[in-house]
T-cell receptor, first 114, second 116 residues
Framework: AQSVTQLDSQVPVFEEAPVELRCNYSSSVSVYLFWYVQYPNQGLQLLLKYLSGSTLVKGINGFEAEFNKSQTSFHLRKPSVHISDTAEYFCAVNRRQGAQKLVFGQGTRLTINP | DTAVSQTPKYLVTQMGNDKSIKCEQNLGHDTMYWYKQDSKKFLKIMFSYNNKELIINETVPNRFSPKSPDKAHLNLHINSLELGDSAVYFC???????????????FGPGTRLTVL
């Protein structure tokens, strides 16, 4: 079975400051890793994903994440946030073999203050 | 053009009623999913279908019955609605299997179900 833990339920940040949203996962099998963003009253949009290769992956809207296999982490970062980044962020895993289903973390509410 | 669409967007109903939520995707995917997001924003898979066949059923009560008339549609019917069914229900779709894209799932806008 897989599980995902997002260590912070809420992260308040000032505009133009850097941010890191933390994600740790547990799995007995090899997985793919994802970050999704949910803007208020909207569906989920894929920010970025790690499949294989370089452990640093770049996504949309200036976000990037680093896969750390030894620490089973996949933290999301942005060097300078904007008011429009205010949203709920979800880390998720999906096993590489077998029936596909995303297992999500609890979400991190990112609030950008002016 | 909307990739994954759901109707209705909002659904308010009384306890005990039966209701349906419809989902359609125009991405040419062969796998579709239903997820439930509770009041604390936690997302959990309910069902997945591949080529109209059920492949995942995550111990969802029998009152929930998904139906896939074709690869592009996955509907969710709920009998005898209960207060605890209030949530946002998301439909998603993907290719399956897709070792290259890692099963990137595309989500619909969600249906907010409120049971009174």
């Amino acid at each position: 079975a897989q599980s995902v833990t997002q260590l912070d339920s809420q992260v308040p940040v000032f505009e133009e400051a850097p941010v890191e949203l933390r994600c740790n996962y547990s799995s007995s099998v090899s997985v793919y890793l994802f970050w999704y963003v949910q803007y208020p009253n909207q569906g989920l949009q894929l920010l970025l994903k790690y499949l294989s290769g370089s452990t640093l992956v770049k996504g949309i809207n200036g976000f990037e994440a680093e896969f750390n296999k030894s620490q089973t982490s996949f933290h999301l970062r942005k060097p300078s946030v904007h008011i429009s980044d205010t949203a709920e962020y979800f880390c998720a895993v999906n096993r590489r073999q077998g029936a596909q289903k995303l297992v999500f973390g609890q979400g991190t509410r990112l609030t950008i203050n002016p | 053009d909307t990739a994954v669409s759901q109707t209705p967007k909002y659904l308010v109903t009384q306890m005990g009623n039966d209701k349906s939520i419809k989902c359609e995707q125009n991405l040419g995917h062969d796998t579709m999913y239903w997820y439930k997001q509770d009041s604390k924003k936690f997302l959990k898979i309910m069902f997945s279908y591949n080529n109209k066949e059920l492949i995942i059923n995550e111990t969802v009560p029998n009152r929930f019955s998904p139906k896939s008339p074709d690869k592009a549609h996955l509907n969710l019917h709920i009998n005898s609605l209960e207060l605890g069914d209030s949530a946002v229900y998301f439909c998603a779709s993907s290719h399956f299997p897709d070792r290259i894209k890692g099963d990137e799932q595309f989500f619909g806008p969600g249906t907010r179900l409120t049971v009174l």
